[in-house]
T-cell receptor, first 110, second 112 residues
Framework: SQQGEEDPQALSIQEGENATMNCSYKTSINNLQWYRQNSGRGLVHLILIRSNEREKHSGRLRVTLDTSKKSSSLLITASRAADTASYFCATTNTGNQFYFGTGTSLTVIP | KAGVTQTPRYLIKTRGQQVTLSCSPISGHRSVSWYQQTPGQGLQFLFEYFSETQRNKGNFPGRFSGRQFSNSRSEMNVSTLELGDSALYLC???????????FGPGTRLLVL
């Protein structure tokens, strides 16, 4: 089974609102990454957070990591229609396995 | 730098046939990974190659194999195709396997 589970599975918001998606994982990790995928295309790397970090920012993106709860969240502020995509978390563990979560489908309504 | 390229972009095969997909990584990247994406199973890790050696492998049957050449280009082969092999196959390259991966556009395989 996959390492990461994301919720919600789908999210629909108005342009300008913030979007928050969550990722939970099962085993100890080395790092956690977030990727975006536009409809059936390749994935684009958004941000990487290491296991010893708690929060990271990149532009309108804010990622938090709570290793005690084995969870991470991705916050997109002031969303735009162009943010419409699927978002995946991916974890790498000490066993050198790379797992993707189930993904959150985000729709930003103009 | 040019991005990761994958060929072909689309492929239609019939059950029982075999297929070879190709991936050219970003220049300087020696790690190449392959993933299968389906609506039912999501994104699943197939394997990772580094300097022509398979270092990591996911839980796929032996029908799925790959190789990497000295110029870091990689190929993935699926033999005796099954209907369930219909998927988007994504290739990604990175400097190190566990670090940021750069994905190609994918090859969409349809098995009839």
């Amino acid at each position: 089974s996959q390492q990461g589970e994301e919720d919600p599975q789908a999210l629909s918001i108005q342009e300008g609102e913030n979007a928050t998606m969550n990722c939970s994982y099962k085993t100890s990790i080395n790092n956690l990454q977030w990727y975006r995928q536009n409809s059936g295309r390749g994935l684009v790397h958004l941000i990487l957070i290491r296991s010893n970090e708690r929060e990271k920012h990149s532009g309108r993106l804010r990622v938090t990591l709570d290793t005690s709860k084995k969870s991470s969240s991705l916050l997109i502020t002031a969303s735009r229609a162009a943010d419409t995509a699927s978002y995946f978390c991916a974890t790498t563990n000490t066993g050198n396995q790379f797992y993707f979560g189930t993904g959150t489908s985000l729709t930003v309504i103009p | 730098k040019a991005g990761v390229t994958q060929t072909p972009r689309y492929l239609i095969k019939t059950r029982g046939q075999q297929v070879t997909l190709s991936c050219s990584p970003i220049s300087g990247h020696r790690s190449v990974s392959w993933y299968q994406q389906t609506p039912g199973q999501g994104l699943q890790f197939l394997f990772e190659y580094f300097s022509e050696t398979q270092r990591n492998k996911g839980n796929f049957p032996g029908r799925f194999s790959g190789r990497q050449f000295s110029n870091s280009r990689s190929e993935m082969n699926v033999s005796t195709l099954e209907l369930g092999d219909s998927a988007l196959y994504l290739c990604a390259s990175s400097l190190k396997f566990q670090e940021t991966q750069y994905f190609g556009p994918g090859t969409r395989l349809l098995v009839l």
